[in-house]
């Protein structure tokens, strides 16, 4: 075949050159991958590679698009431990991903579990250091100040390693602020604290949490009182604040109001059904703090005891008198009197007598004494309605209007004395109908909505470029094919159309015209279907039949 391809002069003869295979160059790895891709199986194929190709690269983008899920592996980290940290996982063959935002480390949550375990058996973390540890640490020779600040920060590790254990903290960082003791009261201050806080995403701390804080934090330094422990969460938001009682009394009427509704439902419910009648309580409370003490006597007493005592004394020598009055005078001079003494005379005057006299009655009163505390949350005034199903009533007959009443209001303890209100109405009951959302509305949609488009993004890639391509080559793979047999017919003379003859007045010129063409459908025969070609060339060779000679 190579040999066709030499010049021929006029006469039919080959001119002398040099044969094709000296002056062919070299085939490269183009002309070798462009005879591969020529070979008929690999035309044939063509379309079913560039198909499953191009699915491939719809998956591979949807992969690249559409990650796996993703699970937070650490989201609090200094520079230093999330460099040892993203070392191990490297180390371990495990991809990861920092957010560069927040500094986040996630992985992939299949390999959660495992990238801890790893990080764990690493050491890329170091665990925290405890106050047993920073004691340890103190040099020998280490100064009063060096001594007193060491036992404040392992104080302060303490309480950080504590408070982080509650449920729903993420990190904690302690301050305390203790003054040196002085031996002046005056000049003595008292210490205090700072608590911060940083919480998990989406959750918050309740007041008895906090108060739960500032209690252990409190309890936790000599002279510290609550009062001067300050808790603060990631917001800037003081949470130690002082708590607003404002509001206890609206969050305990609305308790009230619902266990009151609660039990009106599960009266009412198996008596008329669901929905067939609604209720409202409405309570006024007494939100007043009152402590009264009071003390009472009455006004008549009661003797208890009475006790009387009588004295009388008299002189023996008739001396007697007034004390501070001038007494003791020698009497007047005697005189002799004439006749015998009378009897019953006292000599020198009266005798002097004193008496005395007294009296001690006790009496007994009675003494009240009384203290009296009101706590907020007493019941002032109740009202209650409570609407009712016509329809309802009446296939819950014999019960009534009135009694329904009377059992709501046995129910919430009403009391007609205190001035509460209970009203039950009977009317129609109209069915609310909710309207039903939009389909566009519906969860399903979005999720159709985004797989629809990947079909769609799969389609276009189809029909905009595998499949221009495949016609293409279909294209090319016909004219080869039709090139090939108009070559395997011009050289086996079994074409469609009828090899034309030479004419007594065609030239040389005319055939040697033919002759390249021919070549040229005889070089892409071989190079597109070699099999034929071997085929047609064996035909050549053959001798002629006998009948053909004659």
């Known amino acids: 075949m190579a040999d066709a391809a030499l010049p021929v002069a006029a006469d039919g003869q080959a001119l002398p050159a040099t044969t094709s295979r000296n002056l062919a160059p070299a085939p490269d790895w183009r002309a070798r991958l462009g005879d591969l891709a020529n070979q008929p199986a690999v035309r044939r194929a063509m379309p079913a590679i560039v198909g499953v190709g191009a699915i491939a690269a719809v998956a591979a983008l949807y992969m690249a698009i559409a990650d796996g899920p993703q699970r937070v592996l650490y989201s609090n980290l200094t520079d230093g431990e999330r460099a040892k940290v993203v070392e191990t996982l490297e180390s371990g063959g495990i991809g990861y991903a920092i957010d560069s935002a927040t500094g986040m480390v996630s992985v992939s949550e299949d390999d959660l579990y495992r990238a801890r375990m790893l990080v764990a058996s690493d050491a890329g973390l170091a665990a925290p250091q405890g106050a047993s540890e920073m004691l340890d640490s103190i040099p020998l020779g280490s100064s009063r100040t060096l001594e007193g600040e060491r036992l404040k920060m392992a104080r302060e590790r303490e309480l950080m390693l504590t408070i982080r254990e509650i449920d729903g903290i993420e990190s904690v960082r302690v301050h305390l602020a203790t003054p040196e003791r002085s031996v002046f009261v005056r000049d003595a201050n008292a210490p205090s604290a700072s608590v911060m806080v940083r919480l998990v995403s989406g959750r918050t701390l309740s007041q008895s949490q906090v108060e739960a804080i500032v209690n252990l934090v409190s309890g936790s330094v000599p002279g510290l009182t609550a009062d001067a422990v300050r808790v603060v969460d990631q917001n800037g938001r003081l949470l130690s604040s002082e708590r607003d009682t404002s509001l206890d009394g609206l969050t305990l ?158 129910a919430v303890g009403a009391n007609a004395d205190r001035g509460d209100q209970v009203q039950v109405v009977v009317s129609a009951f109209e069915a609310s109908e909710i309207e039903p959302l939009a389909f566009y509305e519906e969860p399903w949609f979005a999720m159709a909505l985004r797989y629809g488009a990947a079909l769609l993004a799969v389609l276009l890639v189809l029909l905009l470029a595998v499949r221009p391509l495949i016609a293409r080559l279909r294209g090319a793979r016909d004219d080869d094919e039709d090139a090939a047999a108009d070559a395997t017919a011009a050289l086996s003379g079994q074409g469609g159309e009828p090899q034309r003859r030479a004419l007594p007045g065609d030239t040389a010129t005319a055939g040697q015209s033919d002759l390249p063409q021919q070549v040229e459908l005889a070089r892409r025969l071989a190079a597109a279907q070699p099999e034929r070609a071997v085929e047609a060339l064996q035909r050549m060779l053959e001798p002629p039949a006998e009948g053909s000679r004659s």
């Open 253 to 410: 009427q609305r308790e009230f109001e619902a266990k009151l509704r609660d039990q009106l439902g599960e009266l009412l419910l198996p008596l008329l059904g669901e929905g067939n009648f609604s209720s409202q309580v409405q309570v006024e409370l007494d939100h007043n703090e009152i402590t009264s003490a009071r003390e009472t006597y009455q006004p008549d007493g009661v003797v208890r005891s009475e006790s009387e005592r009588n004295s009388t004394r008299t002189a023996a020598n008739g001396v007697g008198g007034v004390p501070g009055v001038t007494a003791n005078t020698p009497p007047p001079d005697a005189e002799l009197v004439d006749g015998a003494p009378e009897p019953g005379a006292v000599e020198g005057g009266a005798v002097p007598t004193d008496s005395e006299s007294a009296a001690q009655r006790n009496y007994e009163l009675d003494r009240e004494v009384a203290v009296t505390a009101t706590r907020p949350g007493g019941l002032v005034k109740l009202s209650v309605a409570v609407a009712i199903s016509e329809e309802a009533l009446k296939a819950a007959a014999p019960l009534t209007a009135e009694q329904v009443r009377n059992l709501v209001s046995a």
